[in-house]
């Protein structure tokens, strides 16, 4: 990606609000390097830890991950074996930084399907940073979006069958409830890294009106500069909502 845009003030920019990442190509990185895949992987997580903080410093509220989707079990065994390491290592590290930057970790995904020592250290850092309100650093783990709607409509008949939901009430507001991210906005901007073009079973119905950003660099060599460059094409664009053009307001702007 072009890094003409590294010194472009992100506060004089329509900085997205809620940002999603579909982190790929940690494989192929290894691979032209003649690495083990799991040495990518480790580079992903360093790649995890600078786009947190790059994100916080231009002013992204919400950054969604998408670490690991429930077709990834079907990964060799020692690959998802040394990528749940890999998790569980990230969590025992990152929880004083997250306490001392304010970032509060959520997840969505069939969290109780995944190894015990990873559960344990993630509902550990969700407990110690949920009273915080600035940041919020989401990671999808074991998450696809039809394993979602599947486990929202089901909690949705259950409630339906308990009375506590009327059937007739058909909103999107109402099923949006049952959805994993109930308490969180849309993502204004999903990025995609690795040159891959498709959304691969992620925040399909919460990306109906995302715009999308594809790069071909590489997870492990996404940094700042590359999120920066995502935001600057964000700002560009005029989203519409359905709307024609003449009932679109502008968008507004941010300054220094």
């Not at 509902?123 to 919020?136: L, N, P, V």
């Not at 007739?168 to 969180?184: C, E, I, V």
């Amino acid at each position: 990606m072009p890094h003409s845009v590294r010194n472009e003030p992100a506060e004089k920019a329509n900085v997205p609000a809620h940002v999603a990442i579909i982190m790929d190509g940690n494989g192929r990185w290894a691979a032209q390097r003649g690495l083990p895949r799991l040495e990518g992987h480790r580079r992903g997580v360093e790649a995890v830890r600078t786009v947190t903080n790059a994100a916080r410093d231009l002013g992204i509220r919400i950054l969604t991950l998408y670490a690991f989707s429930v077709e990834n079990w079907n990964r060799p065994k020692a690959e998802v074996g040394g990528l749940m390491s890999l998790l569980e290592f990230y969590l025992k590290q990152e929880l004083k930084t997250f306490v001392k930057d304010r970032v509060r970790l959520r997840t969505i995904g069939r969290i109780d399907e995944l190894p015990a020592g990873v559960q344990k250290h993630l509902r550990h850092t969700i407990a110690e940073t949920a009273h915080f309100t600035d940041y919020t650093l989401v990671l999808a783990l074991n998450y696809g979006s039809r394993t979602e709607v599947v486990d929202a409509a089901r909690a949705y008949a259950a409630a339906v069958a308990a009375g506590r939901e009327k059937l007739n009430d058909g909103s999107w507001a109402t099923f949006n409830r049952y959805l994993a991210t109930a308490d969180l906005p849309d993502p204004d901007l999903i990025i995609r890294t690795s040159g891959e073009t498709r959304l691969s079973n992620f925040l399909l119905l919460q990306g109906a009106y995302a715009e999308l950003v594809f790069t071909p660099v590489l997870w492990p060599d996404f940094g700042k500069a590359e999120l920066v460059s995502a935001c600057a094409e964000y700002a560009r664009r005029e989203r519409r909502y359905g709307l024609t053009t003449d009932q679109v307001k502008p968008a507004p702007t941010t300054t220094a």
